[in-house]
Nanobody, 120 residues
Framework: QVQLVESGGGLVQPGGSLRLSCAAS????????MGWYRQGPGEQRELVAL???????NYADSVKGRFTISRDNAKNTVDLQMNSLKPEDTAVYYC??????????????WGQGTQVTVSS
């Protein structure tokens, strides 16, 4: 069993900042890619940022220059620093990880989601 738990969402004014964190726990051997996705009201879930085990990063065009993804391989955590937030960033943010477990299986896991609301 592998669990991903997010924290750090909330309400922020336009132009403000938030930091999301996600911790993976359970029967983990190693974690490959980790990422953050979001789903706004009435929209499909979309990739926000991705980071490989070697820390190569990829960002959605809409967040480039404003968001920064980072990870700690020793702690099995991934963070998303969000600056210059805009109302259109309002969404539920989900953590995602590709995990190889202690039993030799590979799985893609999701967190429960954390709400980010950008509003004045």
């Amino acid at each position: 069993q592998v669990q991903l738990v997010e924290s750090g969402g909330g309400l922020v004014q336009p132009g403000g900042s938030l930091r999301l964190s996600c911790a993976a726990s359970g029967s983990i051997l190693s974690i490959n890619d980790m990422g953050w996705y979001r789903q706004g009201p009435g929209e499909q879930r979309e990739l926000v940022a991705l980071i490989t085990k070697r820390r190569t990063t990829n960002y959605a065009d809409s967040v480039k220059g404003r968001f920064t993804i980072s990870r700690d391989n020793a702690k099995n955590t991934v963070d998303l620093q969000m600056n210059s937030l805009k109302p259109e960033d309002t969404a539920v943010y989900y953590c995602n990880a590709e995990v190889f477990d202690l039993f030799g299986s590979r799985g893609v896991y999701w967190g429960q989601g954390t709400q980010v609301t950008v509003s004045s």
